[in-house]
Antibody
Framework: QVQLQESGPGLVKPSGTLSLTCAVSGGSVSTTHWWTWVRQPPGKGLEWIGQIHYSGTTNYNPSLKSRVTMLVDKSKNQFSLKLSSVTVADTAMYYC??????????????WGRGTLVTVSS | DIQMTQSPSSLSASVGDRVTITCRASQTIINYLNWYQQKPGKAPKLLIYAASSLQSGVPSRFSGSGSGTDFTLTISGLQSEDFATYFCQQSYNTPRTFGQGTKLEIK
């Protein structure tokens, strides 16, 4: 059974860089899936940050594109998110998720538990 | 970006009721529409994909319909475990976008 687990610092200073990792267990990151990051500010809705394929191909949300970097580490079976120049508006629960498709219909069928990142001095 | 608008934002219902949540896209998304359930402190859970396809393991009281810009999620015979927040999400293009959520509460 494939599971996802986020990890990383829970507190980041303003203007710093948020760095998170999502470990994939029970399966391989080298599949046809799109490995995805989604965030949710406290009490608010969901925002798609972007996705990465094991080949290294990425798609980022244009609203965050200038600050986002996603990478895949096949040797460690994990993928990562870096968000630079953070502000308090980046405070959120960050989820990693698996993008799956059924006949080209894409959806997020597997999610990590999420990790709360607070931006504060 | 495609804007997704859900209504209502909140809804009160009783166990056994039939409830419907609506999601409207700012442009046609054909049927590239997914529904998720989120309980407090938990990650979202996929319920429906491709507007009407039930995800494996999801009870049959959940159903989805619609095409183009207008979609609905229906729960027939509410159970206590169904009280949660529901989100729609389009997968027609990137960036993927979500509705703002509908909170289903116990009456």
């Amino acid at each position: 059974q494939v599971q996802l687990q986020e990890s990383g610092p829970g507190l980041v200073k303003p203007s710093g860089t948020l760095s998170l990792t999502c470990a994939v267990s029970g399966g391989s990151v080298s599949t046809t899936h799109w490995w995805t990051w989604v965030r949710q500010p406290p009490g608010k809705g969901l925002e798609w940050i972007g996705q990465i394929h094991y080949s290294g191909t990425t798609n980022y949300n244009p609203s965050l594109k200038s600050r986002v970097t996603m990478l895949v580490d096949k040797s460690k079976n994990q993928f990562s998110l870096k968000l630079s120049s953070v502000t308090v508006a980046d405070t959120a629960m960050y989820y990693c998720a698996r993008g799956e498709d059924d006949s080209a219909y894409w959806f997020f069928d597997l999610w990590g538990r999420g990790t709360l990142v607070t931006v504060s001095s | 970006d495609i804007q997704m608008t859900q209504s209502p934002s909140s809804l009160s219902a009783s166990v056994g009721d039939r409830v419907t949540i609506t999601c409207r896209a700012s442009q046609t998304i054909i049927n590239y529409l997914n529904w998720y359930q989120q309980k407090p402190g938990k990650a979202p859970k996929l319920l429906i994909y491709a507007a009407s396809s039930l995800q494996s393991g999801v009870p049959s009281r959940f159903s989805g319909s619609g095409s183009g810009t207008d979609f609905t999620l229906t729960i027939s015979g509410l159970q206590s475990e169904d009280f949660a927040t529901y989100f729609c999400q389009q997968s027609y293009n990137t960036p993927r976008t979500f509705g703002q959520g509908t909170k289903l509460e116990i009456k």
